[in-house]
């Protein structure tokens, strides 16, 4: 069993929930795209059914995200859960920095065209 990587296992169980969540969506929007068509849905209705469908694809997503985290968690040792959280703030700090920039580069764009 030294050949089992915990980690790994969860990755792919991840992606395969994501693409099942995403193939399911896919579907979904079909049916929905088709009882619009038959006249049997309007095209708010199926809008607004579309986007609960959406939200509903997210939230077993997150869910999923957070069991493999907490997984992991679970089998660090405490000293190597707080050199990850440390990590993953740094890397959250960055990604906050990078979009600071994007806002003042994209308020720059914007009031060089209205000149």
Sequence with gaps: MSDFDVTEGLKKLFLASVGAVAMG??????VVDELVKKGEL???????LNQELTRKARE???????????????AMTP??????????????AELDA????????DADDEAADDK
Excluded: P
């Design 42 to 48: 309007t095209v708010e209705q199926g809008k607004t």
């Design 79 to 92: 000293e190597e859960r707080a050199a990850y959280a440390a990590k993953v703030a740094e890397m959250s």
């Design 25 to 30: 969506a896919e579907k979904s929007q079909e």
């Design 60 to 74: 077993v997503i997150d869910g999923t995200a957070d069991k493999a985290l907490r997984s992991r968690l679970e």
């Design 98 to 105: 990078q979009a600071v920039r994007v806002d003042v580069e």
